[in-house]
């Protein structure tokens, strides 16, 4: 069922954009459908389908309420018609003014419904002004909301410390507890910072004196303040009901998931349980498709290895695999890789273990073990659905490698990954398989090695002459730096000290020429392999650290750590 702003956004596409555009109430009719079966919102679907863009959407809103659309910039509002409306007001009806004509005694708002006419007619009568809706970037409105209005949330400190001040809020080992009210809120206190402070994951973990709660940001887990060891079982039952398991299986491991929003934003945490010792670990994937950004452009690969890796991708058969330990941002990368190639000539088809993120037009299925989806079965069914390019989330065995290779050979590009520790060992670790040489130098196109680091915070980033101890540490000579200065973080509320802000990927990409392929072919050593590679110009992991040391971008300790 639409909602009124969904509906009213239909209605006035239909009406007034309908001349110049055959077909359109067809496919808007198609828009509401798909609206309906995945909950999207409607102008992402309509942008989606290519039908009118974002810019094209607002325009229209905005001719159609004699008004304008509101493109928000770095200058504050004045801070007179910010506290014309409250706080309450402001977040509860989605709205932002942003100039009050007094002639008219107009108040211009920016709404996040900017169709809405019920909302419009209700603030007419709560500020006691005349109203003209204004329509904003939905992207943006939220960001806008938060820097004007910012809600008063409880911390994880806040309600762990509230908890201290009653002893014993609940018994030990009570899972009936896990319904009341201060478990639940403290739950969604958990999940709601972790969100804000762009944590990719969210751990409990119960120990014989103690519970903990850890996030990982950037690659590095950091504890929150540790709650009450009585609250483990009641928190992690009421994690369970959420996401779906059952609370009275604590035995065998458990994958749930969750689905909510976050200022307006939908979220997906992935849900993992394991028992211990003492009582059952839960560790939450959050999926949150505004932190990751799917372009190739984002991933802090250097110019020239993004344009050796932009011909590969663009190439009409063989294999591209990225390869390094878990956590290294490989899945990204080839999201962002089939980003680019996404358009309406060629098919695309993925194979993952879970599906992470949903990209519009890209057919994705989720392998399952349990009912036989496996990844060797999935691909033999894709070679059916007369696919141009095929993504197989890993290759774990001999059978799944085999199946990519024959698709390789038989014109289609093939993106997967593997767990090796850099590009020149992935040939390797193919043959230990039991893939023939020559069918690895036949199909392989390329080798994405990777690994992620953090950044420097550029808030509190500071310069200083590397010690004799930093350059023994990076096998280097004073003068190989010559006057080159480092740099590290000292720590600062952005960073939440730590000294480090957002992250990077390292890369080295082993582009398989003529040259390789006669190695691959001849079953040359892995070290045979890279000293080729290197010598016609691949930089590697180490030597792309260095880079990031050199640009100010990165620290010793983290280049060292990853290579």
């Given amino acids: 069922m639409l909602d009124i702003e969904s509906s009213a956004l239909i209605d006035l596409l239909t009406n007034e954009r309908s001349q110049g555009h055959p077909g359109l109430k067809d496919q808007l009719r198609e828009v509401v ?142 899972v009936d507890h896990s319904n009341d009210a201060p478990i639940v809120k403290f739950v969604d206190v958990v999940m709601q910072q972790a969100i804000k402070d762009k944590a990719s994951d969210i751990h409990f973990e119960p120990f014989e004196k103690n519970f903990r709660i850890r996030y990982r940001v950037d690659g590095a887990l950091y504890e929150m303040p540790p709650p009450p060891k009585s609250l483990a079982v009641p928190v992690i039952s009421r994690v369970k009901i959420i996401s779906g398991l059952n609370i009275s299986e604590r035995r065998r491991p458990q994958d749930g998931r969750i689905q909510l929003k976050v200022n307006g934003k939908p979220i997906d945490l992935r849900v993992s349980c394991l028992p211990t010792s003492y009582g059952e670990s839960v560790v939450l994937r959050v999926l949150d498709r505004s932190v990751v950004n799917l372009s190739l452009d984002s991933l802090g690969i250097g110019e020239d290895v993004l344009e050796k890796l932009r011909e590969l991708i663009h190439l009409p058969n063989g294999i591209l695999l990225v390869t390094g330990p878990t956590g290294s941002g490989k899945t990204t990368t080839l999201y962002s890789a089939l980003g680019e190639i996404n358009n309406p000539e060629d098919k695309l ?77 992935t040939v390797t670790r193919l043959v230990d398989m039991g893939v023939e040489p020559f069918l690895i130098s036949s199909s392989l196109a390329g080798v994405l ?80 392999i890279r000293d080729k590679a290197r010598e016609q110009g691949m930089r590697t992991l180490r030597e792309d650290g260095l880079a990031a040391i050199l640009n100010h971008e990165s620290s010793v300790d983290e280049v060292v750590r990853y290579t």
């Fill in 33 to 174: 459908d798909e609206h309906e079966r995945s909950g999207k919102p409607v102008m992402e679907i309509i942008e989606n389908y290519g039908i009118f863009t974002k810019k094209e959407m607002l325009e229209a809103m905005a001719e159609n309420l004699g008004s304008y659309v509101w493109i928000p910039t770095d200058e504050d509002l004045p801070k007179e018609v910010i506290d014309l409306i409250e706080v309450n007001t402001a977040r509860s009806y989605g709205v932002i003014p942003l100039k009050l004509d007094a002639d008219e005694d107009m108040l211009h708002l920016a709404m996040r419904n900017p169709l809405d006419y019920q909302t419009v007619e209700s603030l007419r009568f709560i500020i006691n002004h005349n109203i003209l809706p204004v329509p904003v970037d939905p992207d943006r409105f939220d960001q806008e909301l938060e820097r004007y209005y910012p809600e008063k949330v409880d911390t994880v400190a806040d309600i762990v410390a509230a908890f201290g001040e009653h002893e014993e809020i609940v018994e030990e080992d009570d």
């Fill in 349 to 425: 088809l993925t194979a993952e273990d879970p599906v992470e993120y949903d990209i519009e037009g890209i057919i994705q299925c989720p392998i399952n073990d349990a009912v036989g989806m496996t990844f060797e079965r999935a691909l033999r069914a894709f070679l059916r659905q007369d696919p141009d390019r095929i993504l197989v989330g890993e290759i774990r065995d001999f059978e799944t490698a085999q199946i990519a290779i024959e698709a390789s050979l038989t014109g289609h590009f093939v993106f997967s990954t593997l767990h090796t520790n850099d590009a020149a060992s």
């Fill in 449 to 528: 090695g990777q690994r992620l680091i953090r950044r420097v915070c550029k808030n509190c980033k500071t310069l200083y002459t590397p010690t004799d101890d930093d350059l023994e540490r990076l096998n280097l000579t004073r003068e190989e730096i010559g006057d080159h200065k480092f740099c590290y973080g000292k720590g600062c509320p952005t960073c939440n000290y730590t000294g480090y802000k957002g992250r990077k990927a390292l890369t080295e990409l082993l582009v398989v020429n003529s040259d390789i392929r006669a190695l691959i072919s001849d079953n040359a050593p892995t070290s045979a």
